[in-house]
T-cell receptor, first 112, second 116 residues
Framework: GENVEQHPSTLSVQEGDSAVIKCTYS??????FPWYKQELGKGPQLIID?????GEKKDQRIAVTLNKTAKHFSLHITETQPEDSAVYFC???????????FGKGTRLSVIA | EAQVTQNPRYLITVTGKKLTVTCSQN?????MSWYRQDPGLGLRQIYY???????DKGDVPEGYKVSRKEKRNFPLILESPSPNQTSLYFC???????????????FGPGTRLTVL
């Protein structure tokens, strides 16, 4: 089955700097890669996703890149703000068919 | 407001005392799922349901039961809770098209369960 590794487990950045979180997956059949943000006391919320027919996707300050050959994908947050502080999860699945398999999460702290 | 609700939000119980955590969604979603979240382990799927009366095991189903008698509700049942089921539980839902599940999942706020 699918296995997703996520690094780092914790990340501290200064406000305004960029943050990068990386994930690798094991199943080459996986074609859907979402990122979820979990704020304190809340459930995870989808912030961006990418499918295997695309190499990069951007939405304002966040972007996700995918390298299918190497089987890894990354979340990039630019111009970080204190409200970006949260736990971020990556996940992988075969779209529509298999359950999402999540990484272990990255706790991002943005220091003002 | 479109949402997934869970009750209770917090629960402390003792070993062996049966409990039910309720989950309800108002988005008319066919697919619903339960996860548990543990430090250092991320989110792991317990059970999921593609539609009414259709349920399947996830990665960690031992010690749990579910039922899907109505589209909007998907309760999680612990018949005889044990301390290793102390965790943060999330319910999630998404739409589906026949046997194909839509990708975006909507999560509830979580239920923190402590089993003494």
């Amino acid at each position: 089955g699918e296995n997703v590794e996520q690094h780092p487990s914790t990340l501290s950045v200064q406000e305004g700097d960029s943050a990068v979180i990386k994930c690798t997956y094991s199943d080459s059949a996986s074609n859907y890669f979402p990122w979820y943000k979990q704020e304190l006391g809340k459930g995870p919320q989808l912030i961006i996703d990418i499918r295997s027919n695309v190499g990069e996707k951007k939405d304002q300050r966040i972007a996700v890149t995918l390298n299918k050959t190497a089987k890894h994908f990354s979340l990039h947050i630019t111009e970080t703000q204190p409200e970006d502080s949260a736990v971020y999860f990556c996940a992988a699945s075969l779209s529509g068919n298999t359950p999402l398999v999540f990484g272990k999460g990255t706790r991002l702290s943005v220091i003002a | 407001e479109a949402q997934v609700t869970q009750n209770p939000r917090y629960l402390i119980t003792v070993t062996g005392k049966k409990l039910t955590v309720t989950c309800s969604q108002n988005m008319n979603h066919e697919y619903m799922s339960w996860y548990r979240q543990d430090p250092g382990l991320g989110l792991r799927q317990i059970y999921y349901s593609m539609n009414v009366e259709v349920t399947d095991k996830g990665d960690v189903p031992e010690g749990y039961k579910v039922s899907r008698k109505e589209k909007r509700n998907f309760p999680l049942i612990l018949e005889s809770p044990s301390p290793n089921q102390t965790s943060l539980y999330f319910c999630a839902s998404s739409s589906s098209y026949g046997r194909i599940r839509a990708d975006t999942q909507y999560f509830g706020p979580g239920t923190r369960l402590t089993v003494l």
